[in-house]
């Protein structure tokens, strides 16, 4: 059964500091996706890694994905209190659907 | 399009009732999921189709729970004598599964259910 493990599950950080939350995953895959939850809201998709060494950057987020470790992370630069959210990694395994790790509740604080 | 769009977005229903949740696709898609998220949790995969074909359902998905994309259009989650474990939010999602296709789900705004 493919586990997908985030960490840290919370994390408060300051304004302008930089931060790291990974995703392990515990089988073979080469699709890794990140996505965005606001409270109350749905899932707004983020980044979608297709191929080892792939990275994504977006605004002050960037992505990368390491399938030999079986690795994702997610890197904020310089936070901002509107990147206060929870953040999922999802890893395809079986070619239908997407396992969720629990998600990291980000809180950045002035 | 307006993307993926479910109603009802709030159910509170008495246990023991039924309750049904459609979803429409992002018209284009071919492939529908129903996922389900509890507080705190990730979106656990409950059962997906592929057009009008229900191709996998998760051992989550018990006997209560029935779903149904008929014409390969819009879909139907119902659940019969509802539980209070049953509360949860009910997510749809869509993707579109062809040779160039990334495998992204683009999710609606999920329907959430509460069961006293």
């Known amino acids: 059964e493919l586990k997908v493990e985030q960490n840290p599950l919370f994390l408060s950080m300051q304004e302008g500091k930089n931060y790291t939350i990974y995703c392990n995953y515990s089988t073979t895959s080469d699709r890794l996706y990140w996505y965005r939850q606001d409270p109350g809201k749905s899932l707004e998709s983020l980044f979608v890694?297709?191929?080892?060494?792939a990275v994504k950057q977006e605004g002050r987020l960037m992505a990368s994905l390491d399938t030999k470790a079986r690795l994702s992370t997610l890197h904020i630069t310089a936070a901002v209190h509107d990147l206060s959210a929870t953040y999922f990694c999802?890893?395809?395994?079986?070619?239908?659907?997407?396992?969720f790790g629990k998600g990291t509740s980000l809180l950045v604080t002035p | 399009d307006t993307g993926v769009s479910q109603n009802p977005r709030h159910k509170i229903t008495k246990r023991g009732q039924n309750v049904t949740f459609r979803c429409d696709p992002i018209?284009?898609?071919?492939?529908l999921y129903w996922y389900r998220q509890t507080l705190g949790q990730g979106p656990e995969f409950l059962t997906y189709f592929q057009n009008e074909a229900q191709l996998e359902k998760s051992r989550l998905l018990s006997d209560r729970f029935s779903a149904e994309r008929p014409k390969g259009s819009f879909s139907t989650l119902e659940i019969q004598r509802t539980e209070q474990g049953d509360s949860a939010m009910y997510l749809c999602?869509?993707?579109?599964?062809?040779?160039?296709?990334?495998?992204?789900?683009?999710f609606g705004e999920g329907s959430r259910l509460t069961v006293l």
């Open positions: 999602a869509s993707s579109s599964q062809t040779g160039l296709g990334t495998g992204e789900l683009f």
């Open positions: 890694l297709l191929s080892n060494g």
């Open positions: 018209s284009e898609h071919n492939r």
């Open positions: 999802a890893v395809d395994n079986s070619g239908y659907a997407l396992n």
